[in-house]
């Protein structure tokens, strides 16, 4: 029978190598595409509660970029679009004592902290909640009424695909020849540069923040392509760049934005069709300095301001004033282990699950702490660990020596934090940490030269979940095992495995498992205990352990070898 499993391995190799997390940036999936879409006002509610009216600065600026179009006799009416907390409207009702400002926004906590300003007074804002895409905005506003619409780092916010619906809204209510003041992201900014070498990429030009939040960057064909091709024209249009200096981090960040001015062609143009718009390019890292209203481009650059505070501007780029990670505590017997994992805020956006702390790494681990007999002197290895290593940590108390394993190298680093901070000589030096993808020969084999025994202990939580994964599991788990037999079963060298099934159902567990010559010693699943078949429930007491199982679908399966 040896010899049979034996031949059987030696058939089926393992690959060179398998790809479990992918390397390429394809961007989101279409799941997390349509639920970024469904759920944006959610997103924006929760940035708005996180950030306040503390993340754009207030556009005192206005009155310099626009000044013309504010001033005047007679009332002028605005609609601000997308009015966040209120940094476009108190500057301008501020400044202009003869502006109504109608404003909306589909956050209702933004909407909210409008109301909640200290300038605000119903004699000058009228400010609702409105989605642009799907509500009839002349419910709310008079059609044909508004003289002036402010769109001011808004419509990146919406999928390229629903913005005309957008434009045609606000066309409803303005007025013939009333114009929009636009200013947005442009291509070529520092955000979108940093979201490039991330999984965030929605579509072309348009990506997800890590909160959820969604940015497009604006190329100025497609902005009057679709203003144009909306009922508007383009009457200026400036390409604007400018570095913002982090002094405390050193840190210099180039932004580009594009400002813009649309009139709506329902009116008289204000210049001849033979009289192309002005289009400038504001941007300092250019060697020409064409002349703009008697300035040099640099010097135009100067009176431009960013909209976003600096440190805003910061986490805004992807540079969190802290780091992408946040930290939790596990309590198993009498330790406490303080893990740092990467933050629920980013998770969605992170392709490595090995990134986050799994319920079946915590009830193994829970389950090691109780029962330190399993790997009571023994050599352990531990099979897509992930970045928190709880069992390998656990094991190490009582364990000869723990190999801890992952294949993905963030996940590796952030491990190492974790073992450094929680563990100290001489347990830290019993516990070493490999880079192994499933498959990877030259992997295997610097495994095996830290222990050329092999592990008479294997361990691996919710590592069964991608069905390709599952043959190069236990074929590398053979490669590691130990050959040495015990007297018991329960003395053997095992596999244990400790899962919700998602993908991947029993029945092929066992066919990859028989194929590379392990054997089902054991099994429990927290949903019908009473099914173990022997020692697996001797790990449990009878009372007080149901704090370390969070799921009524965990699986604990026990292999040996055959």
């Not at 509660?49 to 206005?62: A, E, G, M, T």
């Not at 604007?240 to 982090?246: F, R």
């Not at 095996?448 to 390709?468: H, L, M, Q, R, W």
Request: net charge negative; glycine share 6%.
């Amino acid at each position: 029978m040896a010899s049979n499993v034996e031949d059987n391995v030696e058939q089926q190799k393992p690959p060179q190598k398998l790809q479990i997390y992918s390397n390429s940036n394809s961007g989101v999936s279409s799941f997390w595409r349509e639920k970024y879409e469904r759920e944006a006002k959610k997103y924006w509610d929760v940035f708005y509660k996180r950030h306040q009216d503390r993340f754009f600065k207030d556009r005192h600026y206005l009155d310099k970029e626009w000044g013309s179009y504010f001033s005047g006799s007679g009332t002028k009416v605005l609609l601000e679009v997308g009015c966040g907390a209120g940094n476009t409207i108190f500057p301008l009702i501020a400044t202009y004592p003869n502006v109504f400002v109608h404003a909306c926004d589909f956050s209702p906590r933004a909407v909210d902290l409008v109301k909640t300003h200290k300038d605000f007074t119903e004699t000058r804002v009228s400010v609702f909640v409105c989605d642009l895409t799907m509500d009839d905005l002349s419910k709310q506003v008079p059609p044909t009424s508004v003289d002036i619409v402010t769109m001011i780092f808004v419509l990146s916010a919406v999928s390229p695909e629903k913005m005309p619906l957008v434009l045609q809204n606000i066309k409803k209510v303005l007025k013939p020849n009333g114009c929009v003041l636009f200013r947005d992201y442009a291509v070529g900014d520092l955000a979108q540069e940093r979201f490039t070498g991330k999984d965030q990429k929605i579509s072309e030009n348009f990506y997800v923040r890590g909160d959820g939040t969604r940015a497009y960057y604006f190329s100025n064909d497609f902005l009057t392509n679709l203003f144009e091709e909306n009922g508007f024209e383009t009457e200026e249009l400036s390409l604007c760049c400018k570095q913002v200096e982090n002094r405390s981090r050193d840190l210099v960040m180039n932004r580009r934005w594009v400002q813009a001015v649309f009139r709506s062609s329902d009116g008289i143009n204000t210049y001849s069709s033979t009289e192309a718009p002005a289009k400038r390019n504001l941007c300092a890292l250019e060697n020409t300095e064409p002349k703009v209203n008697g300035n040099t481009a640099d010097e135009s650059m100067k009176s431009f301001e960013v909209d976003i505070s600096e440190g805003m501007a910061v986490e805004m780029f992807g540079i969190s004033t802290t780091d992408d990670n946040e930290t939790i505590e596990v309590e198993l017997g009498d330790c406490t282990f303080r893990i740092k994992v990467l933050s629920k805020e980013y998770q969605h956006t992170c392709k490595s699950t090995g990134l986050m702390l799994w319920e079946s790494a915590r009830l193994m681990g829970a389950v090691l702490a109780r029962n330190p007999s399993i790997v009571t002197g023994k050599r352990v290895l531990e099979l897509g660990c992930g970045c928190s290593g709880i069992c390998s940590m656990v094991a190490v108390r009582s364990a000869d020596i723990v190999v801890a394993t992952d294949g993905d190298q963030r996940a590796l680093e952030l491990l190492y934090q974790n073992i450094t901070s929680n563990l100290s000589p001489p347990l830290l030096t019993k516990l070493t940490s490999h880079r192994l993808e499933w498959g990877n020969k030259d992997q295997i084999q610097a495994v095996k030269d830290a222990n050329s025994e092999g592990f008479e202990v294997i361990i691996g939580t919710d590592v069964t979940y991608i069905p390709a994964a599952v043959s190069p599991l236990f074929a590398t788990a053979r490669e590691l095992i130990s050959s040495n037999r015990g007297n018991k079963e329960e003395q053997e060298p095992a596999l244990i495995l400790c899962h919700i099934l998602r993908r991947v159902d029993e029945p092929s567990i066992l066919s990859a498992a028989s194929q590379y010559g392990f054997k089902l010693v054991d099994k429990w699943s927290s949903g019908s205990p009473s099914q173990c078949q022997s020692f697996i429930n001797s790990w449990f007491p009878e009372a007080g352990f149901e704090k370390h199982i969070p799921s009524s679908a965990l699986n604990i399966m026990y292999f040996c070898l055959e």
